[in-house]
């Protein structure tokens, strides 16, 4: 919200809805791709570790802590 005039913040926050919304439709259909030929339960197991690891990157980066 700093980064982005006053003016123009419906329009950049409307595009990252349409991001998120977007990429959850690919990602919908890329593990409907995937579950055909890996388990399910390896897969959301493989997911749930990437977004832990990401949470801890997170927290490690001061810069995103302090905001």
Do not use: H, K
């Not at 388990?39 to 801890?56: D, E, H, S, Y």
């Amino acid at each position: 919200q700093d980064w982005v005039p006053t003016g123009m913040q419906g329009r950049v926050f409307g595009l990252v809805g349409m991001a998120v919304v977007g990429t959850t439709a690919v990602s919908c259909g890329a593990v409907g791709v995937l579950a055909e030929s890996i388990p399910v339960n390896v897969i959301f197991g493989v997911f749930g570790i990437c977004a832990t690891l990401c949470g801890v990157a997170g927290l490690c980066y001061s810069g995103l802590r302090e905001s």
